[in-house]
């Protein structure tokens, strides 16, 4: 059974769609990465699957309720820990969580239990009665997914969990992630730029950009389907033949895909020590010279420049989408 099902999604914000028409669905017990740079549209699918966003159109359907029509019975089902650390510094552990359990109308009967339990879980027991001020960020991000738990939702949404960690907290979060799979068969929807996080994390990733989705699979499978080796070079000279030699290397056999960015021409291919050689060749033939040549085998950043044309988005295109964005959010309230 689907635990999400999303179809055909579209959020506008006046003339900019922030989510364009997208369709997805996530299983039961499945932890299900979201993969894009910073304003592609994971954090506005994420507010309009926790009802907190109304969509433009499209529908969506968590726990088997609609986000619209069944607002309330999805928030029932759901936990939602959001990408900026919530907790309230100066309350101790423990207080934030049982301020979270009155909230969230938990049964007064089970608060104490359901605090205990959790906070063993993020393994912050022996600092449950200490002030959240006290606490390094790993550990008010592991105080907010326990917030998130206290409800023992059916689907816990985590937006961007470990932004702004170092990757000795981001690995120790990742394991509190999976055990909380393990202990509770609990749906897990996380939204990431982290393409190691993706990797390690998740059984099936989508990739947006733009508001699309550009592609959902298993990590393992998206690497495979690009193919088994990316061989990568750049040119001495030559560079006026450059698309012929292009257009001949992807004829060669076992040659999947050629991409060209900014005169870094990359291959992927199936079976390199035979496409190297006839490179080489092609390229000689044409008068140009290989000044470097690179042998790896494919990562998602591969299968993200595969399907979208570029890398995750580099910092100068990031704040003029930001920048987009935020004209039209401010455009659209009017201001």
Known sequence: MEAIEVDLLTKKFGGFKAVDNISFKVEEGEIFGFLGPNGAG??????????????????????GYDVMSDAKKVREKIGYVQQEI???????????????????????????????????????????DQAAL?????????LDIANGLL??????????PTVGLDIQTRRKIWSYIRKIRKDFGMTIFISTHYMEEADNLCDRIGIIDYGKIQVIDKPKSMKSAIGNEIISFN??????????LIDQISKIE?????????????????KSNEVIPKIFQASTDLEMRISSLT?????????????????????????????????????????
């Open 295 to 335: 042998l790896k085998q494919p990562t998602l950043d591969d299968v993200f420049i595969s399907h979208t044309g570029h890398d995750l988005r580099d910092e100068t295109e990031n704040k003029k989408y930001s920048r987009r964005k935020e004209f039209n959010l401010n455009r659209r309230r009017g201001l």
């Open 151 to 160: 409800s023992r939702p059916a689907v816990l949404f985590l937006d961007e």
């Open 42 to 63: 994971k954090s506005t699918t994420m507010m309009i699957l926790t009802t907190l966003l109304k969509p433009t159109s499209g529908s969506a359907l968590v726990g």
């Open 235 to 244: 040119l001495v000279d030559g560079k006026a033949n450059q698309d012929t």
């Open 86 to 128: 919530s907790v309230d510094e100066f309350l101790t552990g423990r207080e934030n969580l049982y301020l979270h359990a009155r909230l969230n109308q938990i049964p007064n009967n089970l608060i104490k239990s359901r605090i205990d339990e959790v906070l063993e879980l993020v393994e912050l027991g022996e600092k449950k």
């Open 254 to 270: 076992f040659v999947k895909e050629v991409k060209n960015k900014q005169g870094l021409i990359t291959v992927f291919s199936t």
């Open 134 to 142: 006290t606490y390094s960020g790993g550990m008010r991000k592991r």
